[in-house]
């Protein structure tokens, strides 16, 4: 899923819905849709960014529906972003008035928005279930030991594999990364590459790299990536390039299911949405895994995106705005499956949840979440596009021949700039 009436204008909104009922415009907030019902003493308003996946407007509109047949007094404004690429800076701008959003969505969790106080701690919501959650997710979402947001869905990125490619060749699935740069080595012939993890060859690469040695990108308030393990693990790039057995420049990059349902590589770093292609595809041929260890003693990967609902702070109605996240994203179960794997495919990121989807009980699909379960690693809440861009810049230089240590350190140093303005 891969993340206001002055606001509609604002945002450039492709349709309001107010308790699920599409309306144009109103004059009164309180019975906009103009139907004669009685009137919700509070109407919250979500915001969501478009998802590419059909059915997703809908079913905010019809989970706005239920809630307020359940709660008459609330009624729920869903507004529907029709420009992504503008959404968070958008809400960024509400944010910092009076008039922002009741409750909305983030792919990426901002640190700052924490900081700032612009965000409702939810600690109090979880109650119970929060043992249940994915704990990278909780550690994700927290700052000064405060929870806020609830995670919607678990995006998880793996290495899928055809299992008959590695059968023919001898090869049990890599265990480390010795083993996984031997693999796609032998793997790759004239017609088929070995590994694919992005057209540029890098992709999530050199995080995964760096996590799998032990390192972490950034360890409290000290850039930590030039570590002796980052330095060590990163080197391996160069040795993938080297050997020729990466598949680089394909025509759908590495988050597209088409290398490996079109046989132009034989493991391929992708997303559990993009499951149902590469089954349809492959069959029973599909295997997936962690990317390895880089080495005894170090740790299998997999990477946990996702959006998660947040609370403005400064909604009028904050009680009942964490009362609907609450409903919605913690209690009912049944639209957390419904949400995740009936438009695109993902993971409830409670545990009991996803042992409810029937689609996530087999094959590759229980094998990734079971991988997420156990491996699942998140960039930091503190890691900015900034630094992730200077990161894969030294990995690029890395990978043309460049001394691992010198540019590590180079990018690191612009890295710890940038995150001690951003820690004041």
């Known amino acids: 899923m891969n993340a206001h009436p002055t606001r509609r204008g604002f945002l450039g909104m492709s349709m309001l819905f107010v308790a699920g009922t599409a309306v144009a415009c109103s004059t009164d907030p309180q019975n906009p849709a103009g139907s004669g019902k009685k009137a919700a003493k509070v109407t919250l308003t979500q915001w969501y960014h478009q998802y590419g996946e059909a059915g997703t407007q809908e079913a ?3 989970y706005a529906e239920q809630y307020t047949k359940e709660n008459p007094d609330v009624a729920v404004r869903v507004v529907w972003a029709s420009d992504t690429t503008t959404y968070e800076t958008k809400l960024s701008a509400a944010l910092l008035g009076d ?52 995670k919607m869905i678990d995006d998880v990125m793996a290495l899928y594999y055809r299992k008959s490619v590695l059968s023919k060749a001898g090869l049990e699935p890599p265990k480390t990364f010795d083993e996984l740069a031997a693999a796609a080595k032998k793997l790759t012939t004239k017609k088929m590459k070995g590994l694919f993890i992005g057209n540029d060859g890098i992709g999530d690469a050199a995080s995964l790299l760096i996590w799998s040695n032990g390192g972490e990108l950034i360890e409290g308030d000290k850039v930590a990536f030039a570590s002796a393990a980052g330095v060590e693990a990163i080197g391996g790039l160069r040795r993938l390039h080297q050997d020729k057995s990466l598949l ?6 590495w988050y597209d299911p088409g290398a490996i349902t079109q046989n132009a590589t034989a493991m391929h770093w992708c997303g559990l949405w993009a499951l149902p292609a590469m089954k349809q595809a492959l069959g029973d041929d599909l295997g997936v895994m962690p990317w390895p260890a880089f080495k005894a003693g170090g740790r299998p990967v997999a990477r946990l995106g ?6 403005n702070a400064k909604s009028k109605q ?31 990121p409670q545990s009991s949840v996803a042992a409810q989807a029937e689609p996530l009980k087999e094959g590759a699909a229980k094998d990734t979440v079971s991988i997420a379960q156990q491996y699942s690693k998140t ?29 590590l350190e180079t990018a690191a140093a612009k890295a710890q700039d940038a995150l001690t303005k951003a820690l004041g």
Request: proline share 4%; hydrophobic share 45%.
């Open 60 to 62: 905010a509109k019809r």
């Open 99 to 150: 008039d922002g959003p009741d409750i909305f969505e983030l792919g990426d969790f901002r640190y700052d928005m924490a900081k700032k106080g612009q965000l409702a701690p939810l600690d109090d919501i979880y109650g119970a279930a929060k043992s249940g959650f994915n704990q990278t997710d909780l550690a994700y979402l927290t700052v000064d030991n405060k929870l806020y947001g609830v």
């Open 248 to 253: 680089i420049g394909f025509t759908t990059d």
């Open 306 to 311: 996702g959006w998660s609902q947040l609370v």
């Open 318 to 348: 904050l009680d009942e705005a964490k009362k609907f996240v609450q409903w919605l994203w913690i209690q009912k179960a049944d639209l957390q499956i419904d949400w995740s794997v009936k438009y695109g495919f993902h993971v409830p």
């Open 379 to 407: 960039f930091p809440i503190t890691w900015s596009q900034a630094m992730a861009a200077g990161l894969g810049a030294a990995a690029i230089k890395i990978r043309d021949g460049a001394d691992p240590k010198q540019e």
